[in-house]
């Protein structure tokens, strides 16, 4: 057997006890939001807490189920001007309606 066709039997992506384990993660973690919701937390904490509970969620589906933690880094790093474009988009399209809305209410 020749290294090429060794390296072609390697599974490439996470296995399935794997997917369900990470499953089972954002289920979870998507319980304990709908917990905090029913709680009576001060606004700032609680939009803290759920910022960076969806932040992990988001690594966690990016990893495991868009396969990025098997691809190359470099792969991976052409991620930062995308989010960049598109946080930089939402400000410029979002932000003036706010601003405008704000002003409306007064």
Not at 9 to 19: D, K, R
Not at 22 to 45: C, D, N, Q, S
Request: glycine share 8%.
């Amino acid at each position: 057997m020749s290294t090429e066709a060794r390296v072609l039997e390697t599974p490439v992506g996470a296995t399935v006890g794997t997917n369900v384990t990470v499953w089972g993660g954002l289920v979870a973690i998507t319980g304990f939001e709908v917990f905090l919701a029913y709680e009576e937390l001060r606004p700032a904490l609680m939009l803290g807490i759920l910022v960076g509970l969806s932040l992990i969620k988001a690594g966690l589906i990016m990893s495991y189920f868009m396969h990025l933690k098997f691809e190359k880094f470099q792969l991976v790093l052409w991620l930062i001007p995308a989010t960049v474009f598109c946080i930089c988009m939402m400000l410029i399209f979002f932000f003036p309606d706010s601003f405008r809305l704000l002003q409306m209410r007064h």
